[in-house]
């Protein structure tokens, strides 16, 4: 396809339009007299003209530009990588084809029960029982009963070193078909979010977990399962309970196409079959090239933008808008709220006076302003700030007041580091008794944090500690194995109750020189642990949650074993010339991001505008 900038746009559409307003002012000829005659008939109305007809073939050969959904995406696509067992990407794509008990849409706090039509726990929430829809069927036509489901579960409790079967070999005492559409979990022990943690598809979080066809896998030995290889175009594979199956996979680009039928249609559960005939994936290669690939519509979405780069693109082309349409913050928040994270078993970071002492030497509004030109947000605590959340953050005010991270003033944080036992020396860098400058070096890969990272380091360094960006090859297992005392990243925790998010804080801590896990910090307080345990055994929605959450963020604040920095936002172009109804702020139906495991809720939600 031909590029062609705005700018040539403009002006090859200036030249015709000055050309017709040439010839509209040439001089005029008078028209002969025309005899009365009786007025002219109404046009006829006629309808609107319609999109072209849905394919029943498959694969589809050739489907117009206007109903392929081009996504753009940074690693190679599947490549033939179809099998659950091993694990599917599925920022690939992949997600399109398999379908989850259920989804979840965080900003519009709202749950698309989907296979399943409905579950409920025990008293105790020892035991679940799930019911599953009627009528749904595989691709290959065989019907989707509660057989399958326990097939699916059994497999991932007695085999090791399947894809997320952790949470079933642990969780997981017994699966029991009730009747065609029931099944019964009987739990090791209380777990009030076992549907919502490993059944249910929000964002890129939780088990994605996916129900295998036994027809294909079930002669397969145990030890031969993650080695199947689960596509073969002749035989339609994979088979799923999805609306799509893959036509074409290679190490550049996976197509994936609709197919001639589909349970959730068929039954009436979903009214009409989607606009998209196919998703096509194509490699990213950087974000200059995404975007004007946007700018020319040859892509309909792509990777996420840097916001300067966002914003450019958005300037140079009406079809394109995002999250917010074209005013910044040009996205929506993710789960994903970075913080400066502290080595807490590292003196001296081991006290939290000299972690409050960093915090009170970052001014967070700064860091947007000047790395972000004001598109972005704080943090003031390590949530998103999501509905449910903020009911939560909502009830804790008098403590965000009481230790208030985005609170900047260099009075307070020289305080704390002389009373810690620090004086500055000659150089004006903060040291201890015996002269020694602790490094204070933040290490943030880029581009990710290329932006933010020196902002924040310059801050520190300003306010007296031996701070600079590092970026080395190994950032990120310099990040997590130890080295890095100071480093950026975000938290993979929380988007319904603040359980997830304590969760990591909670967990175990890992001896330095090997990857930290869920606890970067490394941080331990036998406390929290235990209103962690509390938080586990407590329903989602019990107001009891909330009092648990206090005292912990009590103890969280107080100790601040990372400083709350920025809200993450996932800034994503879309192209409006093909497609319309993206989700957005005023129509949260779900994130727009295609690389996220509810990608098909996103793909079901558009509507083509068939432009040529």
Request: proline share 7%; aromatic share 14%; charged share 20%.
């Amino acid at each position: 396809m031909s590029r062609i900038t705005r700018r040539e746009f403009l002006r090859l559409s200036g030249a015709a339009a000055a050309t017709a307003i040439v010839a509209a002012c040439g001089k005029a000829t008078t028209p002969p007299p025309v005899a009365a005659t009786k007025p002219p008939e109404a046009p006829k109305v006629t309808e609107a003209p319609k999109g072209p007809e849905r394919s029943t073939t498959w694969p589809i050969s050739q489907p117009p530009r206007g109903r392929t959904l081009v996504y753009y995406w940074s690693s190679a696509p599947a490549a033939g990588r179809f099998n659950p067992y091993p694990g599917v990407d599925h920022q690939n794509g992949t997600a399109i084809c398999y379908e989850p008990a259920a989804f979840y849409a965080a900003h519009a706090d709202k749950t698309y029960m989907w296979l399943a039509e409905s579950y409920k726990y025990n008293a105790n929430a020892t035991e679940l029982t799930i019911t599953f829809r009627k009528g749904i069927k595989w691709s290959d036509g065989t019907a989707f009963t509660a057989n399958d489901v326990k097939w699916t579960m059994d497999t991932l409790m007695r085999v090791k070193g399947l894809y997320y079967g952790s949470f079933f070999q642990q969780e997981v005492k017994s699966v029991d078909v009730v009747d065609d559409t029931n099944i019964k979990l009987t739990l090791n022990q209380t777990d009030w979010r076992f549907f919502f943690k490993v059944l249910t598809y929000r964002f890129d979080r939780g088990a994605d977990t996916v129900f295998v066809p036994p027809q294909v896998f079930k002669n397969v030995p145990d030890e031969g399962l993650i080695s199947v290889i689960f596509w073969d175009k002749d035989k339609k594979w994979p088979i799923s309970t999805g609306a799509y199956g893959v036509s074409e996979s290679t190490e550049q680009s996976t197509y994936y196409d609709l197919r001639p039928t589909w349970w959730a249609v068929e039954t009436g559960f979903v009214p009409k079959y989607p606009d998209v005939w196919r998703l096509q994936m194509s490699l990213f290669t950087n974000d200059t090239t995404a975007a004007q690939m946007l700018i020319n519509k040859e892509i309909d979405q792509s990777l996420d933008l840097r916001p300067l780069v966002c914003a450019s693109a958005l300037n140079q082309a009406d079809h394109l808008t995002t999250w917010t349409g074209k005013k910044p913050p040009y996205g929506y928040l993710d789960w994903w709220p970075i913080s400066v994270w502290f080595q807490t078993v590292k003196p001296p970071f081991d006290n939290p006076d000299v972690r409050w002492a960093h915090a009170y030497a970052i001014d967070q509004q700064k860091v947007v302003d000047i790395a972000w030109a004001g598109a972005g947000k704080v943090a003031y605590a390590p949530f998103p700030e999501y509905p449910k959340l903020n009911e939560y953050i909502a009830g804790i005010k008098d403590l965000t007041d009481q230790y208030n991270v985005l609170e900047y003033n260099l009075d307070k944080s020289a305080a704390l580091m002389t009373k810690a036992g620090f004086t500055k020396n000659k150089d004006g860098f903060w040291a201890d008794k015996d002269g020694v400058v602790p490094d204070s070096n933040l290490y943030a890969g880029v581009p990710l944090f290329g932006d933010i990272a020196p902002v924040v380091a310059e801050q520190l360094r300003s306010a007296g500690f031996a701070c600079e960006h590092k970026a080395p090859p190994d950032v990120w297992t310099a990040k997590g194995d130890g080295r890095a005392n100071l480093h950026l990243f975000g938290h993979g925790g929380s988007v319904g109750d603040p359980y997830d998010t304590f969760y990591l804080y909670a967990s175990e801590v890992k001896p330095l020189g090997v990857d930290c896990g869920d606890n970067r910090a490394r941080w331990k307080n036998d406390e929290f642990i235990k209103i962690t345990a509390e938080m586990a055994n407590t329903a989602m929605d019990d107001p009891k949650m909330k009092d648990l959450f206090k005292a912990g963020m009590t103890i969280l604040l107080k100790e601040l074993p990372d400083c709350p920095l920025v809200q993450w936002f996932h800034r994503i172009p879309v192209n409006t010339w093909y497609w319309s109804n993206w989700p957005d702020e005023t129509n949260p139906y779900m994130n727009s991001a295609l690389w996220h495991q509810t990608m098909l809720q996103v793909v079901l939600g558009l509507k083509a505008t068939d432009k040529a």
